[in-house]
């Protein structure tokens, strides 16, 4: 069972050593729509054992195949053959996230072949970057720094955007040369079967990319495997806190992309109106469902409840619907779990802060995890709903005193992933960039380039994706000191 327009050869099979092999669990994962609520489409459950037979196969193609002594432009030659495969599944890549995840298909398929776009851009990170460099040294009469493949990696990807992040750890895997195992989300694994199809369509060497779709306890399981030399992890912080504890206790390499908080501070100098529907425009994203979404909203307190009436306004505004309508500006949330744990965050507004709008499911929809967008007014910077990610169209507006107060509520977080302010100022707007404790900062709102070094500061995460740096995170560096340069180099 598929999504129309989805073509995949073996949803029944997971991908291990270059070839299609049953689960051993037997089971299958179910992919429900979060428009109709019924199953749109199954797939291979990976257990234990798979996961053990998916780092084997991975462990040996990394300890004994050609994969990280290939050299680095024949890497990228390869890689460059799976871009040109998922360029042509672009629209198969769009309807798989629709379908499971509920994303717009009016975004999906600007949304997923701006994310082949930029696998070609890694590829040519890797083509200029220097793997083996000589350097000047008083040790010996040569000095050389090589950069080496970490190993074997377990690349774990979310479910709201499942393509383009899990598409991009194994491109900087590949292209290192590392050998991967690929672990989607169970509610959204397709888009990983595709990149699996794309690397045997390429002709990547057997047990370079293998793929395990499962639940939880599988998952850890891998995390937990020896075999494993890297974790590249994007989720929860708590999820993120645990494969942190368990790569520290072996000293395993990770990379941490976590969750966000992130505050939109807005200037005097921006107008009401615009800021108002920059902000819910912003907040109606992926139904709110993305890590750096700027869901706090510090704004001086003469301001407060003249930006409040004009946000209430703009979200009352916003059009909700299925995700395939092209009217539709606000989808649905991702799953039933995640409808209910944004409602429990809006009842624990509800005793903190002053609802203005939303905070409830549409009337006119009686089926799918349909949310208003919701806002919150008055609300103290300490509370839940100002602390802790909601992962869902909930904004949080937060009177300040002046600028300098701003600053200070908005680095009053355990996060720090993004942010922004609004201002037609670039000067001001650098001036506060700098002094925000965040991997990202943007001006006039939610601003993202994923061909520039993505991640956080605090608990919003660890290493950077994204840019020539995310290479940095799937290499050892090695220092040679030689009686002479050899004549290789």
Partial sequence: MLPQG????????????????????GRMLEMVSPNTEQVIATCAEADEADMDAAVAAARAAFDHG???TTPPAERVAAFRRMVAHLEARVPELAAAWTAQMGGLASFAGPMHGGSVLGLSQIAGFAEAFGFVQQRETTGAAAGIVVHEPVGVVAAIAPWNGPFGIMANKVAYALLTGCTVVMKPSPETPLEAYIIAEAAEAAGIPAGVVNLVPSHREAADHLVNNHGIDKVSFTGSTLAGKRIAQVCGERIARYTLELGGKSAAIIRDDFPTEAAAKLLTGTLSLMSGQVCAMLTRAIVPRARHDELAAAIAAEMKQVVIGHSDDPATQLGPLAMKRQLERVEMYIEEGKRTADLVCGGGRPSHLNQGYFIEPTLFANVDNQSRIAQEEIFGPVLSLIPCEDEEDAIRIANESHYGLNGSVLTQDAEAAYAIGRRIRTGGFGQNGLRIDFGLPFGGFKQSGIGRE????GLWGYLETKTMLLDAMPAQL
């Fill in 466 to 469: 994204g840019g020539p740096e």
């Fill in 66 to 68: 050609p994969w990280p």
């Fill in 6 to 25: 989805v073509n995949i050869a073996h949803p029944d099979k997971l991908f291990i050593g270059g070839h299609w092999v049953p689960a051993h669990s």
